[in-house]
């Protein structure tokens, strides 16, 4: 296998299960047209979360680094009526070009974006009243991860799922000596996973057209 052939396959998902959808196409030009890094989750990615957010039922959907909303509105298209998404967003430019991506896509009534720091809005949420979740998709600046995911878990309840991105990292993530901060991060999450009661999680390693990484997934059991 090699790159080009990852890339070859994605391509071929995406002719068979990804018809061509202008409102999500126009988000990804928009994103490259205000300057934003292409690090948004794949086509057959954002449909995995879609497909996700559907079979979970989730009514309430929390996600941690919004970039440009492509993300956010492919979990967003999966809400019933009268079903919420807030997303965190600590840039403004970022967080400027998703409002208007979101509007444009007529889903600024069903997204709300959160600008600041993660780890501030976070700690706003879990003090606000019936604030809970039942997907939450973290996909910020990795050292955050840990701190993260413990916020994630005061906002679920039994049932929530918990999806973080970027847990591969090309595999770096098997170098315990690895003085990477993303590495790092991602490293102590899968150790608090491991000594966590509430939750049962798996990863899936993934390759396509954003190279070798994967994600986890965790499932809130009690
Ligand atoms: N989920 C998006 C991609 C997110 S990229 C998608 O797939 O379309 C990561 C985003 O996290 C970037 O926009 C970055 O600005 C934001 N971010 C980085 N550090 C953050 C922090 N401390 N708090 C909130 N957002 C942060
Ligand atoms: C980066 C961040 C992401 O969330 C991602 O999916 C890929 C790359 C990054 O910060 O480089
Ligand atoms: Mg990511």
Sequence with gaps: MTPDKWNAVDDYIGHWLLPADPILESVLQANHAAGLDPINVAPNQGKFLFLLAKIRGAKRILEIGTLGGYSALWLARALPPGGRLITLEINPKNAETARA?????GLDKVVEIRLG??????TKLVSEKDSFFDLIFIDADKPG???YFSRALQLSHVGTVIILDNMVRKGDVVY?????PRVVGARAVYELL???PRVSATAIQTVGAKG???FVMALVIA
């Design 145 to 147: 991860y840990p701190e």
């Design 176 to 180: 315990a000596a690895d003085g990477d």
């Design 194 to 196: 491991s000594k966590e």
């Design 101 to 105: 991506n979101l509007t444009r896509a």
């Design 117 to 122: 720091p993660a780890s501030e809005s976070l």
């Design 212 to 214: 070798h990484d994967g």
